[in-house]
């Protein structure tokens, strides 16, 4: 008689009485996991399923993780300065954009509305010439949707709005730009800068449509009384000076604007909540929001995250599989226990769920231990990437070049399940074959060559 077959037939009373509080299946299970301890390379090959499936869903919990902390820090970073959504005229300019902002607000999904006139032109010093983007805004409305106060690094941001103690230019004419136009002009706070904009006079636009010339630019003195520090992009491009400035400018009557800014409750139902707002607005206005304009950030991070759950997903399933091997090797060596089973009135249904609960446990470990070691790194990403940071004199990401500065994280607990259930799912579809070819084993070959 065999070892295995001396491991069923002799078995202690009390593990027989144990049988009958747990189902037979589970206990025969267990019994050949520990039974495994000590045959070498089973040992390693179970041993590198576990493994490979722990570091699978460790991996893809903490790029889960990566990319809602870019989604977070989206929605929370950038899109506190980049509008939300807004209404800007098609021909005309919106009037009365007071009393147009109180409607608009009765929107329960609109947190805030302010005016906004959008200008594009140059910034000249010197011989030095920078193209900029200018918001006319109100300095007290604007800090409603936006958070630009915030990232001041020189002068003040409600000196956009300060009204001089004399007739000279003062602040007035005040505007306030990103530290990159700053350095690319070399100038700072204090400092007259002159702006070049496009002619907004329709009658000399009519004509020159006629002649073919070109209107002179406007021309305007300016005078630099704040500095901000974003990051990316932005400093590089966006200026911001008063709204009666930008209105004169365009041209405009008092109470009359280009356009309102939006700030939605929800930034990624944008689209839909800017029909809704447009839908009872009195005025033929274009449609903008932030999927228009920083959208392809949002969908590259879809993608990322899509990418990264196929291939870590792909990682978990080769791991799993190794499973396969295990079982195949471990129904081979109890090919005596399984044929005394059966000679015993045990069903192929008994038969295939014990090596199917044998299997399981590596995928029952492995998902334990990866999706512990996740959250735990999930949770304190950001403190360990800065320490090899300092550690290594690294920046991987450089806040000149992106709109943030950190790896950012933050985990949902769904992802967590999802993660586990997939690594468990994978390894029960490993089992399934090993565990079939268990059941086909006839007692009477194997009993008849021991």
Known sequence: MSNNEKSISKMPRQDFQTTLFKPLSIFLA??????????????????????????GTMVLIIALSTMNGFERELAHKLLSIVPH????????????????????????QVLAAAPIISLTGMMQRKSQLKAIEIRGVDAVLETQVSDIQNYIIAGSWHDLDKKPSNGSLGNTNGIIIGVGIAKKLSVEVGDEVQILLPSTNRKDAFANNRTNDFSAPVKQQVKIVGVFKFGGTVDETLAYISLSQAAKI???QAGETQGIRLKLDDVFSAPAITRAVAYNFNHYVYLMDWTRTQGHLYNDIQMVRMVMFIVLAL????????????LIMAVNDKKGDIAILKTMGASNQLIMLTFIYQGLVNGLLGSIIGAGLGVFLSLNLVDIVTFFERLFSLQLLSADVYFIDHIPSHLNTSDVYVTVITALVMSLVATIYPAWRATKIEPAQVLGQL
Request: glycine share 6%; hydrophobic share 40%; no cysteine.
């Open 30 to 55: 267990l019994r050949y996991v520990r039974s495994r301890h000590g045959h070498g390379f089973s040992t390693f090959i179970s041993a590198s399923s576990t493994i490979g499936i722990a570091l």
């Open 315 to 326: 990682v978990i399933a080769v791991a799993s599989f190794n499973i396969v091997s295990t």
């Open 85 to 108: 959504a807004e209404l800007m005229s098609v021909e005309k300019p919106i009037s009365d954009w007071p009393s147009n902002i109180k409607k608009i607000q009765n929107n329960p």
């Open 250 to 252: 365009k041209g405009y």
